[in-house]
């Protein structure tokens, strides 16, 4: 299994700021990715982080509002840019040994947005 | 898309019994399948799987049973406790897309003591 650590863990930010989020695994995994989670609703997913390139979004998710960073095989940041109180939400970081493996999950980062 | 203002089902059981989550998904393509546990405030906890060339699999006090005819999956938990009071999820794996997954709408379970 991987051990993953996401921080902040919550934060409050003003309407129009960016907030970057750090993801660290504790062994190399192939696998990253985000995913958001609204309040009592399911995961939604964001992107894939693909190590030295650009990461992969799914529709609706684009990478002037998420950029995302994967320098190596342990460590990815996602950054919520020019926010707004609609991108008050969980934000989790979830990673993979394989592609046919189970992911496994952050602790989530609680973003309130004012 | 995402969908606004949904509201998770609710399954209300009495300690001691049975539980049984339901979840239908979407692709046939779908070839890998993964409950989660989600307590509050916490990321989602994985607690078993199943392939799509099996119909079962069992663990500890959980039950995973998988119909690809009607593209169900279900998760049993055998004599529920308090703990297991939580929003339990399940996700398919689509097969061929870099390992994503895709997560249904979620069941929040409350136990009663």
């Known amino acids: 299994s991987a051990v993953i650590s996401q921080k902040p863990s919550r934060d409050i930010c003003q309407r129009g700021t960016s907030l970057t989020i750090q993801c660290q695994v504790d062994s190399q995994v192939t696998m990253m990715f985000w995913y958001r989670q609204q309040p009592g609703q399911s995961l939604t997913l964001i992107a894939t982080?693909?190590?030295?390139?650009?990461?992969?979004?799914e529709s609706g998710f684009v990478i002037d509002k998420f950029p995302i960073s994967r320098p190596n095989l342990t460590f990815s940041t996602l950054t919520v840019s020019n926010m707004s109180p609609e991108d008050s939400s969980i934000y989790l970081c979830s990673a993979a040994t394989d592609a046919n493996e189970k992911l496994f999950f952050g602790s989530g980062t609680q973003l309130s947005v004012l | 898309g995402e969908s606004v203002g949904l509201h998770l089902p609710t399954l209300s059981v009495q300690e001691g019994d049975n539980s049984i989550i339901n979840c239908a998904y979407s692709?046939?393509?779908?070839?890998?399948f993964i409950w989660y546990k989600q307590e509050s405030g916490k990321g989602p906890q994985f607690i078993i799987d199943?392939?799509?060339?099996?119909d079962k699999r069992q663990g500890q006090r959980v039950t995973v049973l998988l119909n690809k005819t009607v593209k169900h999956l279900s998760l049993q938990i055998a004599a529920t406790q308090p703990g297991d009071s939580a929003v339990y999820f399940c996700?398919?794996?689509?097969?061929?897309?870099?390992?994503?997954?895709?997560f249904g709408q979620g069941t929040e379970l409350s136990v009663k003591p």
């Open positions: 692709n046939s393509a779908s070839d890998y």
């Open positions: 982080a693909n190590q030295g390139s650009e990461a992969t979004y």
């Open positions: 199943i392939r799509s060339n099996m």
């Open positions: 996700a398919e794996n689509l097969g061929n897309q870099g390992g994503k997954l895709i």
